[in-house]
């Protein structure tokens, strides 16, 4: 009989698996600051459950067995599959999507075994709704929030050029007298965007308003655009501040400001919920009245979700165990940028850069040769080479420089770099165009624990580069060093003059146990 079954045992249960849930999307929060919201929807989403239990349905007649237990079979492999593809790739959207829609499915499966579907509906918003917590995915940051970004840069610059202050535009740069102000990813309108269609469901189900009212809720809070104006506002503000005053004071001013357009955003978001709110009575969901199924006890599905979870756990630290935890594989290199040629000049990268590429340590730089040709570059190095992966894929000179303004004139082309010791780097060569003519980027990502590199070194197309994170996993390799290293050639009169620079330039930055260069 349901009055007998275990009390505790179906929210420990949910406790486990919002515990395995939550601690994959930690992993992820750590590495993309413009999830920073993120940290409270679990517990705006535990809120929202608890107000639910105020008129939760009386437990009812289950689903059949054999239809209840083919399903949770489905989710608990997938559930699996994903774990395992976030040990690589802790902030990979498209994983972290599998493996939290696969949870969010066992919880209403296990709700279903233990008290029927009807409270499994009753509290599947709450559950769905962590889903706001999670990192879009890749296309919508090229295809939607890039050009977001461009046009705020843009509009931005044609008002601070109307205030008096010369500035232009190019990709979501803005240049003005002062310098230069960039319009990163929280200021072009993820961060306000996805937390304000946080905040529009979260008031939406707090007071039970109808679906029109929800609906335009979350059209306020992306159409009417409370948090893009905002962000506009604020671009507005830091360029202004680069104008008047110099770069330092708009990089200074960049944190507060961003958290006052955001509180203002919400802030107004809330007003809107909470008026209409005042005219919306709260239904009341009566409790179910059909007899109950005895085919479950309350104990058994949820002993068996915590096996699974118990289980992926296990299986995932097993399969990815035997990893060297420092360099040891052959042909260890490093590399370093012409810190001591006279006309080397750092570049050090803005505290926003920093926290987006999340690296231990890099150079940056510009140089000249002999001959008066401009060089500039960078090396990153992590640590935690798992964190670099799925990093590098939303930054990366293919999507950063045509975001600053330049244009991209030929995909990544493969070019090997042969150092003195016999170790062979697999660069990419791409050629992009800027205001003074071509120029031509050495792009290199390296796992420098096994010796490999961390992604395909031209565009394979999807079916190669789902192969190669795949070939990752069978490989088992999670845990590693990893480094990134991007050279800019200028002034080569076309593609075949700046590889044949690269080959002999390129090599005198690295040293290796091989040779002392």
């Known amino acids: ?108 499966a ?128 830091l360029a202004w501040q680069a104008a008047a005053q110099g770069p330092a004071a708009a990089e200074r001013w960049h944190d507060p400001a961003g958290w006052t357009q955001l509180l203002i955003a919400l802030g107004g978001l809330a007003l809107v919920a909470s008026f209409w709110g005042r005219f919306t009575p709260v239904s009341k969901i009566q409790p179910a009245t059909e007899p109950a199924r005895k085919d479950f006890t309350g104990w058994r599905p949820c002993f068996a979700l915590v096996s699974l979870l118990i289980f992926s756990e296990i299986a995932v630290s097993l399969w990815f165990k035997q990893q060297p935890a420092h360099s040891t594989a052959p042909g260890v290199w490093s590399v370093a940028l012409p810190v001591q040629d006279p006309s080397y000049e750092p570049t050090p990268f803005a505290e926003n850069v920093r926290n987006l590429l999340r690296c231990d340590d890099y150079q940056a730089g510009r140089w000249q040769t002999p001959e008066g040709g401009r060089r500039a570059g960078y090396v990153l190095t992590w640590r935690r080479g798992e964190v670099a992966r799925d990093i590098i894929a939303l930054h990366n000179p293919e999507i950063c420089l045509p975001g600053g303004g330049s244009r991209l004139l030929d995909r990544a082309q493969s070019e090997l770099l042969k150092l003195s010791g016999g170790t062979i780097l697999p660069f990419s060569s791409t050629t992009f165009e800027e205001r003074n003519g071509p120029f031509y980027v050495f792009y290199l990502s390296w796992d420098q624990t096994h010796a490999r590199a961390l992604a395909p070194a031209n565009d394979t197309g999807w079916r190669g580069w789902w192969a190669h994170r795949l070939g990752e996993v069978a490989a088992r390799r999670a845990r590693f060093e990893a480094c990134v290293i991007a050279l800019a050639y200028y002034d080569q009169p076309d593609a075949t003059a700046a590889r044949a620079a690269f080959s002999r330039e390129a090599s005198h930055l690295f040293a290796s146990p091989e040779t002392d260069l």
């Not at 809120?47 to 067995?65: F, H, I, K, T």
């Not at 489905?74 to 040990?87: C, K």
């Not at 917590?133 to 890039?146: E, K, M, N, S, Y």
């Open 1 to 108: 009989m349901i009055k007998n079954r275990p009390r505790l045992a179906l929210p420990l249960a949910l406790g486990a698996l919002a515990l395995a849930l939550g601690s994959r999307w930690a992993e992820a929060w750590n590495q993309l600051p413009d999830l920073e919201h993120a940290w409270l929807v679990p517990a705006l989403a535990a809120y929202l459950a608890w107000e639910r239990r105020r008129d939760q349905p009386a437990p009812g007649a289950s689903l059949r067995l054999q239809t209840l237990a083919f399903s949770a079979g489905l989710l608990a492999v997938t559930y699996v599959a994903g774990r395992v593809l976030l040990a690589p790739f802790p902030a990979w959207p498209a994983a972290l999507w599998l493996f939290s829609l696969s949870g969010w499915g066992l919880a209403l």
């Open 110 to 237: 296990l709700i279903t075994a233990c008290a029927g579907p009807g409270p499994a509906r009753h509290f599947a918003f709450p559950i769905l709704f962590t889903g706001t917590a999670l990192p879009w995915f890749t296309v919508i940051d090229v295809h939607l929030i890039l050009p977001l970004r461009t046009g705020l840069a843009s509009v931005a610059a044609e008002l601070i050029h109307a205030l008096g202050y010369p500035a232009t535009a190019e990709g979501t740069v803005i240049t003005v007298g002062r310098g230069l102000v960039g319009v990163d990813e929280a200021c072009g309108g993820v961060r306000s965007l996805q937390s304000g269609i946080m905040v529009a469901l979260f008031f939406g189900e707090l007071l039970r308003l109808k679906t029109p009212r929800r609906l335009a809720l979350i059209a306020i809070a992306i159409a009417i655009a409370l948090a893009l104006l905002s962000n506009l506002g604020r671009t507005c503000f």
